[in-house]
């Protein structure tokens, strides 16, 4: 009998389990592809790439683009957006959809850009 059913019972009446905020896109995405390797202790380290929203997204660019994803720009933010939630806490300056690709040359010529 479930905890659900037996309050039922006791009570005379059904009981409502509310579940919790289904996850965004962001929290899939990170969840399905990055979560394997990057734990929360790889964000918590003192020598972590990310400090400030640009660098973060620059990151989420970075790894998604070392992995072959494809992500578009809206999946890339939806990333940062949720580390940045749950980990980060850095002001965000602006969401920089069209930003892409980052200002770092060696990214640039990882991405295929002249």
């Known amino acids: 009998m479930t905890v659900a059913a037996a309050a039922g019972a006791l009570f005379g ?3 409502m389990v509310q579940a919790g905020p289904a996850p965004g896109r962001g929290e899939l995405l ?3 592809h990055c979560r394997a390797c990057h734990t929360e202790q790889v964000h918590w380290r003192d020598k ?3 400090k400030d929203w640009p660098g973060l997204k620059e990151e989420v660019w ?6 072959g994803l494809r992500w578009s720009e809206a999946d ?3 990333v940062a957006r949720h580390l940045n939630e749950t980990i980060y ?3 965000q300056t602006s969401d920089g959809i069209g930003s892409l ?3 770092r040359p060696e990214l640039r010529v990882a991405r295929g850009a002249p």
Do not use: C, G
């Open 89 to 91: 806490h850095l002001p």
């Open 13 to 15: 009446s059904p009981v």
């Open 101 to 103: 690709p980052p200002a």
């Open 62 to 67: 970075r790894w998604q683009a070392a992995a």
């Open 30 to 32: 990170y969840d399905t």
């Open 76 to 78: 890339i933010v939806a």
């Open 48 to 50: 972590r790439a990310a």
